[in-house]
């Protein structure tokens, strides 16, 4: 996969350099390429941004060097894909923002399955909405949102998505298991885990987990990300297709939202021993 990311902070995308996903580039699975937004003015000052038209706090970031910008994202881009996509390969824009689309693990699904994406991190209170319209004319563009919060700029956001596209994609993670056990891949939360030693400041791992009944263990883990979803996360747990639960989930289900708990910060209840 081929990543662009434009910025105005390129050393905020060095930690894309570690751990896994530095492997996965340097194994060219992953071909990540930041570009300073700076490099596309030609005034001595390097202004990315003016003030609003219509007023109002802030600054906007101008639209010139955004459009030569991506204009050079479509140059390296496509000379760096040339063979594996076409002449006329095009990337998929994404543009963090807290007015975009909820970014979902659904989403990070269907973007792993891209060949090219790219990243335009905006600042202060915003980009010039023309860049969007014009990259629109020829490109898919999407604003994609973290959550209901505000951060300062996108390159937290680009950390974020890069790493849950990223990890998707094949060979990046060794286990794939890893990757179909976890929280929000069928709507359910990730049960608790432990390891050793059995007991820790008085607390006990569950006896279950001990007992070597694999059934037994499948059972309580089921269980306990049934419980762990509708404490933490009534709106998941709304949202779960009946026909995706068997009996004793409903049962589950039933109980915690009859018992919900007196606070959301609480400890989940102490786990029952089998
Ligand atoms: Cl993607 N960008 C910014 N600037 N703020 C956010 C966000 C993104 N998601 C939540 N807050």
């Known amino acids: 996969m081929r990543i662009d990311v434009v910025t105005i902070f390129p050393e905020y995308l060095d930690a894309l350099r570690l751990s896994l996903i530095g492997r996965a580039r340097e194994q060219e699975l992953l071909d990540l390429q930041v570009h300073d937004l700076r490099d596309f003015t030609h005034d001595r000052h390097r202004t990315v941004d003016d003030t609003p038209y219509g007023g109002g706090p802030g600054m906007v970031m101008r639209p010139e060097p955004w459009g030569e910008a991506l204009d050079h994202v479509q140059a390296a881009g496509r000379t760096a894909l040339a063979g594996v996509s076409g002449e006329d390969a095009t990337p998929h824009l994404l543009v963090p923002s807290p007015s975009g689309v909820p970014f979902t693990q659904q989403l990070a699904r269907e973007l792993a399955a891209e060949p090219w994406l790219a990243f335009a991190c905006g600042r202060y209170e915003g980009i010039d909405e023309r860049v969007l319209d014009d990259a629109a004319q020829r490109w898919r563009v999407t604003p994609v949102s973290l959550g209901d919060y505000v951060l300062n700029g996108g390159e937290v956001a680009v950390l974020a998505v890069v790493e849950a596209v990223a990890r998707l994609l094949p060979g990046v993670?060794?286990?794939?298991?890893?990757?179909?056990?976890?929280?929000?891949?069928?709507?359910?939360?990730?049960?608790?885990?432990?390891?050793?030693?059995?007991?820790?400041?008085?607390?006990?791992?569950?006896?279950?987990?001990?007992?070597?009944?694999?059934?037994?263990?499948?059972?309580?883990?089921?269980?306990?990300?049934?419980?762990?979803?509708?404490?933490?996360?009534?709106?998941?747990?709304?949202?779960?297709?009946?026909a995706a639960l068997d009996d004793a989930d409903r049962r589950v289900l039933a109980d915690q939202q009859a018992d919900p708990g007196s606070a959301r910060f609480l400890p989940e209840p102490p786990a029952v021993a089998d």
């Open 173 to 242: 993670i060794g286990n794939a298991q890893s990757l179909v056990e976890e929280s929000h891949e069928d709507g359910l939360l990730e049960y608790p885990v432990y390891t050793k030693p059995a007991s820790w400041r008085g607390l006990d791992v569950p006896a279950v987990l001990l007992s070597g009944h694999h059934g037994a263990i499948a059972r309580w883990r089921r269980d306990e990300r049934v419980r762990r979803t509708a404490r933490r996360r009534p709106d998941l747990a709304a949202a779960l297709d009946d």
